[in-house]
């Protein structure tokens, strides 16, 4: 991933977030702490003269209102995206958008939306594995869910994600959302948060069942500046020139 693409995605990122404010942090490295660079390009940003480049369509349309994490998907020259849009109320269904760009600033909403309307869908992220487009979402009440696609138009529910803990029981009821999944050597790693109050590491080898780490512990809390005291969730995982670093959001 270059320095301009990088660029691109996190700009598009931030037209999703709401109340809420980004931050870079490094997760791992093959460096030493006083080696570790944060790099120009992942970290100035200059606002694009025409903001907006994609807003919601208003009072009579499905998504009278959009919200939460939108995801860009870069294959080739051609960039997907993938939306949530409602009718503006707190209660209304969150549905699924998609539009495509060819310069990831000029979208073309789909015909077919809202491309999914059956379950609840929200803050989501999408990989690609092979042929097949997998996206994870929160659902209602933010619980993660895993929805699958060959085309990226056309999605099918898997279900709500089966997380455990290390020992193999399943993790407490209660929300866990925000999910941010990462595949390397075999295996698929889950970042998700629990009420904001931090963010946790699950990994997984088929994406069936995914078990913490780190002693079930968070990877990642709040603080200790002032800008995240409160809450935090990750947005994206970046890896540039060896090292992975994570886009959080979070609020004082």
Not at 196 to 216: E, F, H, Q, R
């Amino acid at each position: 991933m270059n320095g301009a693409t990088v660029n691109f995605y996190t700009r598009l990122q931030c037209a999703f977030l709401l109340v809420t404010t980004l931050f870079l942090y490094v997760i791992h490295s093959s460096l030493v702490a006083e080696e570790i660079s944060f790099p120009d390009e992942l970290t100035r940003f200059r606002p694009y003269a025409d903001n907006p480049i994609f807003e919601a369509q208003g009072p009579g349309h499905w998504d009278v209102k959009i919200r939460e994490r939108g995801w860009i998907l870069k294959e080739g020259d051609f960039y997907h995206m993938w939306f949530t849009g409602y009718d503006g109320t707190r209660a209304g269904m969150k549905k699924l958008g998609y539009a495509w760009s060819c310069d990831g600033i000029h979208w073309t909403r789909s015909p077919c939306n809202p491309v999914y309307q059956q379950h609840w869908v929200e803050d989501m992220m999408v990989i690609r594995q092979g042929d097949t487009y997998h996206m994870f979402a929160e659902g209602k009440n933010d619980i993660a869910q895993h929805l699958t696609s060959a085309d990226g138009v056309n999605w099918k529910r898997i279900g709500a994600l089966d997380v455990r803990m290390s020992d193999g029981t399943p993790i407490a009821a209660g929300p866990y959302g925000t999910p941010v999944v990462w595949h390397e050597k075999d295996t698929w790693y889950l970042f998700y948060e629990r009420r904001d109050a931090g963010i946790w590491l699950a990994t997984s080898p088929d994406m069936k069942v995914w078990t913490n780490i780190n002693n079930d512990q968070p990877v990642m809390q709040p603080g200790p500046e002032s800008y995240d005291q409160k809450m935090i969730a990750m947005n994206q995982l970046i890896k540039y020139r060896g090292t992975y670093y994570m886009i959080f959001h979070g609020t004082a």
